[in-house]
């Protein structure tokens, strides 16, 4: 098993540009989340999933769109990329058991310019 | 949703000592409580689950008070690769779906000294 895996590892953009990180997990979880990690603010729910083709906002969700069109994927879209969304981006699986916790992918560390 | 709150620390504690964290939650809807341990420029990671009934793994013990919304974690014969940031975390979700994902406290750092 592979986990969570996210891509790109490092990104940098412009201001303005769009992109998309990519979330795999071959789990077979139901549950797919995004988090921000930001100095001093610790880790913040952008979007999650609770199962194919359903998804809601976080606590941070402005300027990020998701969707999640298979129990596997679960891609964040950065719509017009600005220097606040500089970050560190977590993606994270769990199954049907809340008390398995979540597990993370490796990050996406993003800077814009 | 609501805030967890930790002890930023550090706390610089020697190699073979037993430290303790706590943490507060204010959503008095939170469902699972979770302990994750950070390494510099890593993902978090489970430590452990927090049970109700308190729950143990090696040298980790994990306490939770509903009442008081308090969560612990004490860490016994410490270690040098102990040294991490300590990660208190809380979900509104549960195994029937609705809300989910984690809240998360700022973490408290921990140096263990050789």
């Known amino acids: 098993n592979a986990g969570v895996t996210q891509t790109p590892k490092f990104q940098v953009l412009k201001t303005g540009q769009s992109m998309t990180l990519q979330c795999a997990q071959d789990m077979n979880h139901e549950y797919m989340s995004w988090y921000r990690q930001d100095p001093g603010m610790g880790l913040r729910l952008i979007h999650y999933s609770v199962g194919a083709g359903i998804t809601d906002q976080g606590e941070v969700p402005n300027g990020y769109n998701v969707s999640r069109s298979t129990t596997e994927d679960f891609p964040l879209r950065l719509l017009s990329a600005a220097p606040s969304q500089t970050s560190v981006y977590f993606c994270?699986?769990?199954?049907?058991?809340?008390?398995?916790?979540?597990?993370f992918g490796s990050g996406t560390r993003l800077t814009v310019v | 949703r609501k805030e967890v709150e930790q002890d930023p620390g550090p706390f610089n504690v020697p190699e073979g000592a037993t430290v303790a964290f706590n943490c507060t939650y204010s959503?008095?809807?939170?469902?699972?409580f979770f302990w994750y341990r950070q390494d510099c420029r890593k993902e978090p990671k489970l430590l452990m689950s927090v049970y109700s009934s308190g729950n143990e793994d090696g040298r980790f013990t994990a306490q939770l008070n509903r009442a008081s919304q308090y969560i612990s974690l004490l860490i016994r014969d410490s270690k040098l690769s102990d040294s991490a940031t300590y990660l208190c975390v809380v979900n509104i979700g549960y195994s029937g779906g609705g809300a989910d994902g984690l809240t998360f406290g700022k973490g408290t750092h921990l140096i263990i000294q050789p």
């Open positions: 994270a699986s769990r199954g049907g058991t809340a008390l398995d916790g979540y597990t």
């Open positions: 959503n008095s809807a939170s469902q699972s």
